[in-house]
């Protein structure tokens, strides 16, 4: 199988062209947090644990071309932080989060495109969009940032990750449209409370009619994960309305 098909794939793989033969000691070419240590004992550190989600690594800068023209290997300089090497704490996969956190091992910063692959809950249905943010293990900083959608396989690929020897976070957050949980009367104001994911912003917005034009009457609130609260000031007063949150980057 060809390195451009295993790509195509968006699997979590690798492998590496030599110019030996192979042994029963040659088991060379396996992604650095599954490869086998240096004992005379095949796969004596192999460790993979088949309910955690591992990262489908594609087009990684530091790979040889397809087809191959030298000796040197495929997805050999990337490492992720899994349960059994946890740099960065084991991944994160949920029904509407996935993040983990790679790094290089060769000194150099590096692309790769990721896709969440084995996830136990992080399956988003085809045409669902996510927002997704590379941020520095280091101090949290944001590198990078896009949203981006499921394919008619529910996978997503965030493409050009940049992923440094220092460690690069991706956190993939699935755009749930805010609700309304709450809304109370006081005195003459209406107070609203709605739902709101972290990295997003929201506007409250009223409409005398559905079909009528949508006015912003709040400032642009952050998201928290939690719940937002806004305070419509002489709502009860005016005529009646409609309310709703748009949601935004």
Not at 180 to 203: I, Q
Request: glycine share 10%; net charge positive; charged share 15%.
């Amino acid at each position: 199988m060809s390195a451009a098909t295993l790509n195509a794939s968006r699997r979590c793989w690798g492998g590496v062209i030599t110019e030996a033969e192979h042994s029963w000691l040659g088991f060379n070419g396996l992604p650095p947090n599954i490869a086998p240590n240096s004992s005379l004992q095949p796969f004596a550190a192999f460790q993979a644990v088949r309910t955690e989600t591992v990262p489908g690594l594609s087009r990684a800068s530091g790979n040889l071309p397809s087809p191959p023209t030298q000796t040197g290997g495929y997805n050999q300089n990337l490492a992720w932080s899994a349960s059994w090497e946890a740099w960065d704490g084991p991944p994160q996969d949920t029904p509407t989060l996935w993040q983990m956190s790679l790094r290089a091992l060769d000194g150099g910063t590096h692309t790769v495109d990721v896709t969440p692959r084995r996830a136990q809950q992080f399956h988003p249905a085809p045409g669902t969009k996510a927002r997704w943010r590379n941020l520095r293990v280091s101090d949290g900083s944001e590198v990078q940032s896009g949203t981006v959608s499921a394919d008619v396989f529910g996978l997503m690929t965030v493409t050009n990750l940049t992923v440094s020897p220092a460690g690069n976070r991706l956190r993939l957050e699935l755009e749930t449209p805010p609700q309304f949980t709450s809304t109370r009367a006081l005195g003459p104001d209406l107070r609203l409370t709605f739902t709101t994911v972290s990295g997003m912003h929201y506007f409250v917005q009223r409409s005398p009619g559905i079909t009528s034009p949508w006015t912003n009457i709040s400032a642009r609130l952050p998201g928290t994960n939690g719940e937002a609260v806004f305070t419509h000031a002489g709502a009860l007063t005016n005529p009646s309305g409609f309310y709703r949150v748009l949601q935004v980057p």
